[in-house]
């Protein structure tokens, strides 16, 4: 029986006394492996979990990104053939899809450009630093230079 169900103990007279301190706390030592033991197998097992739900989500995510890859062919095709019905030369229609490639292009690389800094966790290194803090009109014009969430 555990100390921590029969918190009582009987003298040779018979009468009931409660537990000593010392008896609770060996009781809780005691079963404290068990305890640790348990939480461990239960963070081991959503691990497990976890990870194989993350390897479903990746392959959902490749089957998705071929997915949006068809569709956006397919939406560049209509746009093209629209473009050729309404008068253009293929030529001309190809060099319209090929412009706004460039240009979304250009703005995808621009926009990464600008969240790379936010890689580098500048306000947190700021916090953690061993050095005078900063004053807050330069801390102002550091930040306004990172941009604080995608659009």
Do not use: K, Y
């Not at 976890?50 to 068809?70: D, E, K, S, Y």
């Not at 053939?81 to 253009?88: K, T």
């Not at 979304?104 to 790379?116: C, D, E, K, P």
Request: one cysteine or more; a negative charge; glycine letters at 8%.
């Amino acid at each position: 029986m555990n100390q921590f169900q029969d918190d009582t103990s009987s003298s040779p007279d018979g009468d009931r006394r409660p537990a000593s301190l010392s008896a609770l706390l060996g009781g809780l030592l005691s079963d404290l492996p068990g305890l640790v033991s348990d939480r461990v197998e239960l963070l081991s097992l959503e691990l497990q979990r976890a990870g194989l739900a993350l390897l479903h989500m990746a392959c959902l995510g490749m089957a998705l990104t071929v997915l949006g890859m068809t569709g956006w062919l397919i939406v560049w095709a209509l746009l093209l053939v629209g473009l050729v019905a309404a008068g253009l030369t293929w030529a001309m229609a190809l060099g319209v899809a090929l412009v706004a490639h460039v240009l979304l292009g250009w703005w995808a690389v621009n926009r990464i450009r600008r969240l790379i800094p936010t890689l580098g966790l500048p306000a947190t290194r700021r916090q953690l630093m061993f050095r005078a803090p900063m004053p807050i009109d330069e801390a102002l014009d550091e930040e306004a230079h990172v941009p604080r969430t995608a659009h």
